[in-house]
């Protein structure tokens, strides 16, 4: 039947089928089921940090490992998500488990030779005030001012490279090593920039703090 208006038209148009996967672990799925896997990671730092890890070692993903979600991160999961369906046209797999094979059987970034992550903490003024807030109590048995707020989150903005974590992965065949070195500790960095004024050394603060760490089976 030929149709003779637009309502008619539609209600005999076939729609085309789409090839994108569901979210999970499932292996097909509709274009808006794989959107809203992307749209579910947008929204999580921990989500975002470790599939950033997860794609860079595949060799997928070539920026900076943090908790912001970006462009490159999104073509990073595009492309592994076109490389799934590739490989589940014959043999079904799952998202996590796609990329863990990649990283596994040496078909990613770690091939010929170590993989390199740096994660570095990227401070927010929250999270920067609730730090120096903490440790000032800690030390000083008062509460952080303004000034001080505002000057020690400037310190550890100037620190977060030396503070980023390393984590290097090498590919031997099956096997997969990790190796982590730890880069500056943030705490123990404002416990010395504390222990420099005249307040702190009135306080002893850096002895008190070593033997409180000490106490805690930190050090």
Do not use: H
């Not at 980023?164 to 404002?190: I, R």
């Not at 504390?194 to 409180?212: C, M, P, Q, W």
Request: charged share 20%; no cysteine.
């Amino acid at each position: 039947m030929v149709a003779r208006t637009p309502d008619q038209a539609r209600a005999g148009a076939t729609p085309l089928p789409v090839a994108t996967p569901q979210t999970g672990s499932t292996t097909s799925g509709t274009t808006s089921d794989f959107t809203d896997f992307l749209k579910t990671i947008s929204k999580s730092p921990a989500l975002i940090s470790g599939y950033s890890k997860l794609l860079k070692s595949a060799g997928y993903y070539k920026g900076k490992v943090t908790s912001k979600y970006s462009l490159g991160l999104q073509k990073a999961l595009t492309k592994a998500e076109q490389d799934r369906l590739e490989l589940s046209a014959i043999t079904p797999v799952g998202r996590d488990e796609f990329l863990k094979q990649k990283i596994e059987f040496g078909d990613g970034a770690g091939t010929g030779g170590p993989s390199v992550v740096t994660s570095i903490t990227a401070y927010t003024p929250d999270s920067a005030k609730q730090l120096i807030d903490s440790i000032i109590r800690d030390t000083l048995g008062r509460k952080a001012t303004a000034a001080e707020i505002k000057k020690y989150t400037a310190a550890l903005k100037g620190v977060e490279k030396q503070a980023a974590t390393t984590t290097k992965y090498s590919t031997s065949g099956s096997n997969q090593t990790q190796l982590t070195t730890p880069g500056l500790d943030e705490k123990q960095f404002l416990v010395d920039q504390i222990s420099g004024t005249d307040e702190g050394r009135a306080n002893k603060v850096l002895g008190f703090y070593e033997t409180f760490m000490n106490a805690l089976g930190g050090r």
